[in-house]
Nanobody, 116 residues
Framework: QVQLVESGGGLVQPGGSLRLSCVAI????????MGWYRQPPGKERELVAE???????NYADSVKGRFTMSRDNAKNTVYLQMSSLKPEDTSVYYC??????????WGKGTLVTVSS
């Protein structure tokens, strides 16, 4: 089984930048579709960004132009570069990996707090 471990969260001021990382431990994930989700307190988990095994990306409207997702298959790692951060970006961010119809993994999350 694959374990996904997120890192890079922390406290940042509005307008600042932060980069999240997610490393897959146990298996090479080059063929996985990967995603970043977030779940603000009291709200449902929502898709922030995704990148397919082929490298295509898609972003939520709320982060488009500010966030960039990328992957480094040699390192079994995906990234979420976040810039122009807003207080409403504050959330726990989760890494997700999927392959086919029967494989779906989640990380435990990393907290991003945007506040002055």
């Amino acid at each position: 089984q694959v374990q996904l471990v997120e890192s890079g969260g922390g406290l940042v001021q509005p307008g600042g930048s932060l980069r999240l990382s997610c490393v897959a431990i146990g298996r090479i994930f080059s063929m996985y579709d990967m995603g970043w989700y977030r779940q603000p307190p009291g709200k449902e988990r929502e898709l922030v960004a995704e990148i397919t095994s082929g490298g295509s990306t898609n972003y939520a409207d709320s982060v488009k132009g500010r966030f960039t997702m990328s992957r480094d298959n040699a390192k079994n790692t995906v990234y979420l570069q976040m810039s122009s951060l807003k207080p409403e970006d504050t959330s726990v961010y989760y890494c997700n990996g999927r392959r086919g119809s029967s494989i779906n993994y989640w990380g435990k999350g990393t907290l991003v707090t945007v506040s002055s």
